[in-house]
């Protein structure tokens, strides 16, 4: 399962030039192949392809590893959102603060949960909601608020329970890229009412297609995110329906997840804290050679972990003054990046009719326009790493590009 190369190009300095991809699983399937090969052939074997028993095997060791009571694995970490929202109560109209800097994915939930996404700004140092701002965007139809934790470092969780309190809100958590993010050694998704992991291959725990899981300690939300991930159907019988079968409860979705992701998983998952060790190691070296980078302003998140947190490395991020011409610059050179995130949600069209303007949001707004992602993954070489700062300087010092 070895990857073919194609041949370096050898530039006129010397300088070998092999193109680093932003993201890359291929060493890790042919290092745990024999595990994965053996997972997936007992799902074949037992011949089970949908709500197998590969998922419950999954289910249980990440709920070892992550000290959750229930966790609930679904297709994604799209669907694991619009589970929790609903199962956590949401009602049609109800208003959820998130924030304005995230992926698409957790105020789309919400719309698809049958609420209404209320947008607040970031944090001044660092990528988490700001309370203040929070607080500033409760109205009585406010029910939820729902932080998200990126790239490295949980958002401000004490902060946001301080108003949720004042304002009686539940608090949800995405936390779909905080696998093994811990406040005071409570996982990240159980710090509030529930939270979702995203298995999308990129993520630090990575399927080989989508999955998702839904996190929490409170066993009702679980059990209807369990309906509600298979047609609704209730797990056991009902007195209040004599005769019927796991009958249907909810109008529920298809939202399981499939055997043979969480065959991957399961192999995967025993890597998890080495990969884990391994990327904050990456992670320290970008941040020794860039730290004083000239156009370079913050390494790597910007801020440090709030009291009791630690940093887990999902994205290598940074933010500098020429973004496109820096990425323009490393794709040129063969080097993958990904803009987290380009567009700050109260701009998408598909919430132009929350009737936002640029400058709603400034903080969001700003580190759209300066922020990008380095190649960072478990496989990752020092030479690699070394050889993106190499193309960083020379950008910002002029001596090409
Ligand atoms: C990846 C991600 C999601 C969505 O997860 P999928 O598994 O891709 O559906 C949601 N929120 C955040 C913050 C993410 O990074």
């Known amino acids: 399962m070895k990857r073919t190369l194609s041949p370096p190009e050898v530039e006129p300095t010397g300088r070998t030039r092999f193109p680093i991809p932003f993201f890359d699983q291929s060493e890790t ?23 197998g028993s590969m998922v419950a095997e999954f289910e249980r060791e990440l709920a070892r590893w992550t000290g959750a009571r229930h966790v609930v694995g679904v297709n994604s970490g799209t669907d694991a959102l619009v589970l929790l929202l609903r199962a956590a109560g949401l009602r049609p109209g109800d208003e959820v603060i998130v924030p304005a800097y995230t992926f698409v994915a957790t105020a789309s939930s919400v719309v698809l949960a049958g609420g209404v996404p209320v947008f607040a700004d970031i944090e001044e140092h660092g990528y988490g909601i700001d309370p203040a701002s929070v607080e500033a965007a409760v109205t009585p139809r406010t029910r939820m608020v729902m932080p998200v934790h990126l790239f490295d470092r949980l958002a401000d969780m004490e902060g946001v329970h301080e108003v949720a309190r004042r304002h009686g809100l539940t608090v949800l958590e995405d936390s ?17 009412a529930g939270g979702v992991l995203s298995f999308f291959p990129a993520k630090t725990l990575g399927a080989i297609g989508d999955a998702g899981a839904l ?12 309906a509600l991930r ?7 019988t009902l007195d209040a329906f004599p005769g019927i079968n796991n009958p249907t409860v909810v109008a ?16 995967k998952l025993s890597r998890l804290d080495t990969d884990i060790a391994r990327r904050a190691e990456l992670s320290a070296r970008y941040d020794a050679r860039l730290r004083n980078t000239p156009g370079v302003r913050a390494v790597p998140s910007g801020a440090a972990p709030h009291p ?7 994205v290598h991020l940074i933010e500098v003054e020429d973004r496109d011409g820096l990425v323009a610059h490393l794709a040129a050179a063969g080097i993958g990046t990904e803009t987290y995130y380009p567009v700050p949600l109260h701009l998408q069209p598909c ?27 478990a496989d990752l070489t020092e030479a690699q790493v070394d050889r993106v700062c190499d193309e960083i300087e020379d950008f910002h010092t002029g001596r090409r590009g």
């Open 230 to 236: 298979h047609h609704g159907r209730s797990g056991r």
């Open 351 to 377: 919430f132009a009719h929350l009737g936002h303007a640029r400058g709603d949001f400034p903080r969001a707004e700003a580190a759209c326009e300066a922020a990008v992602a380095l190649p960072l993954h």
């Open 252 to 267: 529920g979705c298809n939202s399981k997840m499939d055997d043979l992701q969480a065959a991957v998983l399961l192999a």
């Open 215 to 226: 996190l929490t300690d409170d066993a009702r939300l679980a059990e209807t995110a369990r």
């Open 308 to 314: 009791g947190g630690g940093r887990v490395v999902y």
């Open 176 to 192: 779909a890229e905080a696998i093994g993010m811990r406040l005071r050694g409570t996982h990240a998704g159980l710090l509030g």
């Open 29 to 51: 399937f042919s290092k745990l192949w024999p595990e994965i090969r053996g997972n997936c052939l007992r799902v074949m074997d037992r011949g089970k392809y949908s709500h």
